[in-house]
């Protein structure tokens, strides 16, 4: 992994959080989806995280791999349906408290339900089978996790200028992208925030002014 790219990894799981960096996070899912990554590398590195003795540092850890399956595709889809991938998840959901052992369970709950149809990825669901026969308690799913594949989230674009107002990109005038429709706009015409439930974001992402209106009013 490059050193760019280890230290977004670090910094969205660093134990000096307080609350989860989505800034952070979503600079590593980009990472993947842009191939300056190998969604292998991004899984691994992660995968250290979460034994992490710190709950707090495992707990972010779990909150990027979430990001990254709900936004990264097949590329981490087939990182995480490996028999390898499952053992050590059961194993943390075995050995560690609440609340690691709750989230693990919800993550694998999720991936189960969304991936179910998938054949490529049944290890997924045969574990969740087996660990419910086990006695292991599952909590409630949730709408997007249930939903997170009805839909991807967009590819990010690239420009020199807001697709809205025209105005350049230069040192002061920086452009951001919408992660609800990935175009890139201005500070102005990209100024709100919003959750995304069709793509798993449960956390306001920054969005232009026309999906914010698609957001707040479908």
């Given at each position: ?56 540092v495992t707990m972010f850890a779990l909150g990027v791999l979430e990001a990254c399956v709900k936004n ?147």
């Amino acid at each position: 992994m490059k050193v760019r790219d280890a230290r977004r990894e670090e910094k969205a799981t660093s134990q000096l959080l307080l609350e989860p960096d989505l800034e952070a996070t979503f600079q590593v899912v980009d990472a993947i989806r842009q191939s300056d990554v190998q969604p292998k590398t991004a899984v691994q590195a992660v995968r250290k995280k979460i034994v992490s003795d710190n709950p707090h540092v495992t707990m972010f850890a779990l909150g990027v791999l979430e990001a990254c399956v709900k936004n990264c595709g097949a590329p981490v889809h087939r990182e995480i349906a490996t028999r390898e991938f499952m053992e050590f998840f059961r194993d943390q959901a075995k050995m560690r408290p609440d609340p690691v052992k709750e989230k693990v369970l919800e993550l694998l709950q999720a991936w189960a339900h969304a991936l179910r149809s998938e054949p490529n990825y049944k290890i997924i669901e045969d574990t969740y089978n087996l660990m419910k026969m086990e006695g292991f308690q599952f909590p409630h799913l949730k709408d997007s996790d249930a939903m997170f594949r009805c839909e991807k989230a967009p590819e990010l674009q690239d420009g020199d200028h807001c697709v809205r107002c025209f105005v350049h990109f230069n040192l002061v005038q920086r452009k951001h992208n919408c992660r609800h429709c990935g175009d890139v706009f201005c500070q102005k015409c990209a100024s709100k925030n919003s959750i995304i439930p069709k793509f798993g974001i449960e956390r306001e992402v920054r969005v232009c002014d026309q999906c914010f209106d698609i957001l707040r009013n479908p």
